[in-house]
Nanobody
């Protein structure tokens, strides 16, 4: 059974940094595109960042481009999200998600993901 477990969330002041991790129990982790999404209270889940299965390309939502960096370590079955210059509007539950297709093209739609973690809460105070 595939499991994705996020960690690293917490409370941080505006302007601060956090690094989220997502450990995946997918035997073929290195063959799947991975994404980060987030959901703020009362809002729909939204795309944050995506990385190709090989890690050679990354894609970002406009709202986080230049502040967040997605990366992966296929040897450790782990996905990361480095978040810098955090703003109160970044407050949300952050989810990692895996595209079930092997060597598939990047996909930024929540409906295109096959596996989800339970999320980790990031709270940014003003």
């Amino acid at each position: 059974q595939v499991q994705l477990v996020e960690s690293g969330g917490g409370l941080v002041q505006a302007g601060g940094s956090l690094t989220l991790s997502c450990t995946a129990s997918i035997r073929t982790f290195g063959e799947h595109g991975m994404n980060w999404f987030r959901q703020a209270p009362g809002q729909e889940r939204e795309f944050v960042a995506a990385i190709t299965w090989s890690g050679d390309r990354a894609f970002y939502a406009h709202s986080v481009e230049g502040r967040f960096t997605i990366s992966r370590d296929n040897a450790k079955n782990t996905l990361y999200l480095q978040m810098n210059s955090l703003k109160p509007e970044d407050t949300a539950v952050y989810y990692c998600a895996a595209d079930g297709r092997v060597h598939g093209p990047p996909n930024i739609l929540p409906g295109g993901m096959d596996y989800w973690g339970k999320g980790t809460l990031v709270t940014v105070s003003a």
